[in-house]
């Protein structure tokens, strides 16, 4: 079992940089992809949207189309965290940022492919 905690959120102004941190509970961390999602303000968990994901190794990363070359997402197998930075944060960058870990050996785009969650951390965006 996989216990995520997010961690790093706040408020910012466009065009800002931030960098969160999810750390994780459980020996078997490094054997999940760890994926980030995010929930835009009045939006249903089930609208949550795919922002990256790593492979267990760190080798690999899937980003969304609107988040190439903006994000970055890394991990620390030793200290069980992974990590997603975000640079030129822009208005619509404003949501709920939720880390996740499953796949096994894959990489879900999808959040049904995930099976443990942390609450999340929230990230405004000031124009």
């Known amino acids: 079992q996989v216990r995520p905690v997010e961690s790093g959120g706040g408020l910012v102004q466009a065009g800002d940089s931030m960098r969160l941190s999810c750390a994780a509970s459980?020996?078997?961390?490094?054997?999940?992809?760890m994926g980030w999602f995010r929930q835009a303000p009045e939006k249903a968990p089930k609208e949550r949207k795919f922002?990256?994901?790593?492979?267990?190794?760190?080798?690999?990363?899937v980003y969304a189309d609107s988040m190439k070359g903006r994000f970055t997402i890394s991990r620390d197998n030793a200290k069980n965290t992974v990590y997603l930075q975000m640079n030129s944060l822009k208005p619509e960058d404003t949501a709920v940022y939720y880390c996740?870990?499953?796949?096994?050996?894959?990489?879900?785009?999808?959040?049904?492919?995930?099976?443990?969650w942390g609450q999340g951390t929230p990230v405004t965006v000031s124009s």
């Open positions: 996740a870990a499953g796949g096994g050996a894959t990489m879900p785009v999808d959040s049904n492919g995930y099976v443990y």
């Open positions: 922002v990256a994901v790593i492979n267990w190794s760190g080798d690999r990363t």
């Open positions: 459980g020996r078997l961390f490094s054997t999940y992809a």
